[in-house]
């Protein structure tokens, strides 16, 4: 990772500006929230150099909305800053969020951003919602990091793994809603509330679902090993295109997706019965002796 000064301002002369409280964070720490909330590109990640060519990571993303941003640290432009260590970085976010208040946002926030390639493979936009300022700030404890966060920043190259895969990510989604009992000519009863109750278009913007929540709350009940990828994906505005795919008639399929999520979206995911499997042997043998 290396620093750049697009989009980099360190003024706040600005009328609408979002003043971001990091606390008591050295220069290093706050250079760094500089370049991740700076306009177009403040950092990149670069995996590979050739002749006139740069190949970045596929994490690379720039913000390009007009919201204006600014820390309530004053720099100086002139000083050399050192990027800080994914290590470093996590524990960065998770004193914000202790700072702020934020500690059950944070895994929501992390699946949120596990989501980035996915918008990027089927051409949406990601849309987060804006910072708000409510209620009291609390001071940062001493105590050491949750036993959650940890165990997030452990599993954490796994997930970075899985988000190489929009795939992978989409596949549990969409199967959110798949069940096995149902069979397959009545799954237009079965999807009918989603579709035509819960995700009622407005008159005025028939383009715009309402109650895409509400969807995030059903799919994190049926398959609770995801629910926080469920939450993330509607903060970040993926859920329009999740439910596009599941309104199709082939819905995104992986082979992968299964053993690592645990979410069936079909019956090719789950174990036979053992009527099922003698007839498969009875099958066979049939096959066999001919």
């Avoid at 895969?165 to 549990?172: A, F, G, I, L, N």
Wanted: aromatic residues 10%; hydrophobic residues 40%; glycine residues 6%.
């Amino acid at each position: 990772m290396q620093y750049t000064s697009s989009g980099i301002d360190l003024s706040c002369d600005f009328t609408e500006t979002d003043i971001i409280d990091i606390g008591d964070a050295d220069e290093n720490v706050t250079w760094w929230w500089y370049a991740i909330l700076a306009q177009y590109e403040g950092w990149k990640a670069i995996v590979k150099q050739a002749a006139h060519r740069e190949f970045l990571a596929p994490w690379t993303v720039s913000r390009m909305c007009e919201t204006r941003f600014a820390i309530n640290k004053g720099l100086s432009p002139t000083s050399s800053y050192t990027p800080l260590s994914a290590e470093k970085a996590f524990y960065v976010l998770a004193e914000f969020a202790r700072l702020h208040n934020l500690g059950s946002q944070f895994p929501i926030a992390l699946m949120t951003a596990i989501t980035l390639l996915t918008h990027q493979h089927y051409g949406s936009t990601v849309q987060l919602p804006l910072p708000r300022s409510f209620g009291g700030k609390q001071p940062a404890p001493t105590e050491a990091i949750t036993s959650i966060w940890s165990s997030l920043n452990e599993e954490l190259p796994y997930y970075m793994t899985l988000s190489c895969s929009p795939e992978v990510v989409m596949y549990p989604l969409c199967g959110s809603l798949w069940e096995p009992g149902v069979p397959c000519n009545l799954v237009a009863p079965w999807l009918h509330p989603l579709f035509n109750e819960i995700l009622q278009q407005d008159e005025k913007s028939p383009t715009v679902s309402q109650d895409y929540e509400t969807i995030a709350l059903i799919g994190a009940i049926r398959r609770p090993n995801i629910g926080a990828l469920w939450i993330g994906a509607v903060a970040g505005g993926l859920a329009p295109k999740v439910v596009k795919k599941i309104r199709t008639v082939y819905p995104p399929l992986d082979v992968i997706s299964f053993p690592r999520t645990g979410c069936p979206q079909a019956f090719m995911d789950i174990q036979g019965s053992e009527e099922d499997e003698k007839w498969e042997t009875e099958e066979a043998d049939d096959r066999d002796s001919k």
